[in-house]
Structure formats: structure tokens, C-alpha cells
């Protein structure tokens, strides 16, 4: 089993800029796919950014705004939001999954984190 833990969620302006972390207990996540996902009030839950093999992918709608990075000797991910936008308000979640071949979709995940919230004011 893996628990992940999401943390530095907030109230930022337009403009601003969080980081988010994602700590991971129970099993080390070097061999998983690590991803942060979001979901806005009334949307669905959707992916944000995801890491495998030091391999990066970004949704497009936070394509040169956001980083995604992982520690593997302290078995955390983190993503760095810059250029923040009203409509990145969302809760964002961190998931893991260890299929063959990675999957970043909702059922190609094995493991959430409960979430954390991100406020843009505008």
C-alpha cells in the first residue's frame, strides 16, 4: 500500500505562484508513475502533470507554467505553479500507479492522496 499525503494548498493571487508537495509513504515511488491531478467545482477530475522514468507530461493547459519534480531519496513530488490563473482554482491531487505501461488517466492510477485546495483571486 501506498499513502500519499498532498500539502501547500492556499489562496493566491493571479499571477502567483504555489508549490505543491506530495509526500509518499509505505513503498518508494521511483518505479511509479507519479501525477497531480485536479478537480474545479462542478468539473471533472483531470490531469495536470505527471512523472515516470524522468520522463515529463503536462496538460496543455499548463504547459510552460507548471513543473512537476519528485525526490526519490525523500520519496516526495512536488509541482511548482507559476503564472497562476483564476481558472487553476481547484482541489489538486496527487496519485501513483505501477502498470506496465503508464496510464495517466483516472483508472490508470492505484493511489490518491485526499487533496489539496488552490484559490486564485483574480
Known amino acids: 500500500q501506498v499513502q500519499l499525503v498532498e500539502s501547500g494548498g492556499g489562496l493566491v493571487q493571479a499571477g502567483g505562484s504555489l508549490r505543491l508537495s506530495c509526500a509518499a509513504s509505505?513503498?518508494?515511488?521511483?518505479?511509479?508513475?507519479v501525477g497531480w491531478f485536479r478537480q474545479a467545482p462542478g468539473k471533472e477530475r483531470e490531469f495536470v502533470a505527471g512523472v515516470r522514468w524522468g520522463s515529463k507530461y503536462y496538460a496543455d493547459s499548463v504547459k510552460g507554467r507548471f513543473t512537476i519534480s519528485r525526490d526519490n531519496t525523500e520519496n516526495m513530488v512536488y509541482l511548482q505553479m507559476n503564472s497562476l490563473k483564476p481558472e487553476d482554482t481547484a482541489v489538486y491531487y496527487c496519485?501513483?500507479?505501477?502498470?506496465?505501461?503508464?496510464?495517466?488517466?483516472?483508472?490508470?492510477?492505484?493511489?490518491w492522496g485526499k487533496g489539496t485546495l488552490v484559490t486564485v483571486s483574480s
Open positions: 509505505g513503498r518508494t515511488l521511483s518505479t511509479y508513475a
Open positions: 496519485a501513483a500507479g505501477n502498470r506496465p505501461t503508464t496510464d495517466w488517466s483516472l483508472n490508470g492510477m492505484d493511489y
